[in-house]
């Protein structure tokens, strides 16, 4: 009587369950790749495949796009990997190129070499079919950017600027880290002075300079080095500052014995512009 209860108990049970979650909720099971810790259930019969632990041995001119096939489904699986410098998502046609990987085993590490540029940001998404539906696309699409040279600008200019110092700013727009340096003087074939600032990073920054002249025209521009190469930003000019004097005198007319204090104040900065 007991292993009748428990025979029905058990068959319910499976009525049940199967009755809640209908016709369209069935699924195939999911994976674990151990990248990226994605266990989504693909549709029953369908492939599954993943982007692994994303591109690696990235350089300025080519890297290794890397994927995983999770599962072939019920049927014979091709894959493939799209990849470009925009993210078409599941869309084909919106990729800008792609590598066949022919029929692929379930469990397999797929990996390829493509060439790429300098300073420039890619995408790429795996992707499998068979016959039991179109539904292989990896979870997400990986990106990756490419090292380069440097290149850098003057930022924001000189600024601030007093009558015998000021910041020369710049900006590491590319290149991912590099030694900088600002040139700065009076004539821009023969710099006068130097200021280094070891590895930056992408973003701002700046270099104090001191010992100007007032009212005087400088020039300044940035440079950076790095293994891939070498970058100038354009020439900067700035003007400083006049220096500021007051004087504490008097003066006497000899009608009205009134003494008056007359300050004498300096005027401003020149106008900053750029040379190309």
């Known amino acids: ?71 072939t489904g019920t049927a014979e699986t091709v894959v493939y990997v799209y990849w470009g410098t925009t993210n078409g998502v599941t869309n084909k046609g919106s990729w800008g190129t792609w590598t066949n990987f022919g029929v692929g085993v379930e469990g397999q590490t797929l990996t390829t070499n493509v060439s790429v540029n300098p300073n420039t940001t890619y995408y790429y998404r795996f992707y499998a079919t068979n016959t039991a539906g179109d539904q292989g696309w990896a979870s997400d699409s990986a990106v990756f950017l490419t090292p380069g040279p440097p290149t850098l600008n003057t930022g924001v200019g000189a600024a601030p600027v007093s009558f015998a110092t000021a910041t020369l700013n710049g900006n590491l727009t590319a290149g991912g880290s590099a030694t900088v340096s600002v040139f700065w003087g009076q004539n821009t074939n023969a710099w006068s002075g130097t200021n280094s600032l070891g590895t930056r990073t992408l973003g701002a920054f700046g270099a104090a300079v001191s010992g100007l002249s007032p009212v005087t025209l400088y020039y300044y521009r940035c440079y950076g080095t790095n293994t891939h190469g070498e970058g100038w930003s354009d020439i900067v000019a700035f003007t400083t500052r006049v220096l500021s004097v007051s004087f504490a005198g008097g003066s006497y007319d000899g009608y009205d014995r009134f003494t008056a204090q007359a300050p004498m104040v300096g005027g401003v900065a020149g106008t900053i512009f750029t040379l190309r």
């Open 1 to 71: 009587m007991i292993k009748k209860l428990c025979f029905l108990a058990v068959l319910c049970g499976l009525i049940c369950s199967s009755a809640w979650a209908g016709p369209d909720a069935w699924f195939g099971g999911g994976s674990f790749d151990g990248y990226d810790r994605n266990s989504a259930r693909p549709a029953i019969g369908c492939p599954q495949v993943s982007n692994a632990g994303g591109a690696t041995k990235v350089l300025a001119t080519s890297a290794w796009l890397n994927g995983m096939l999770l599962s």
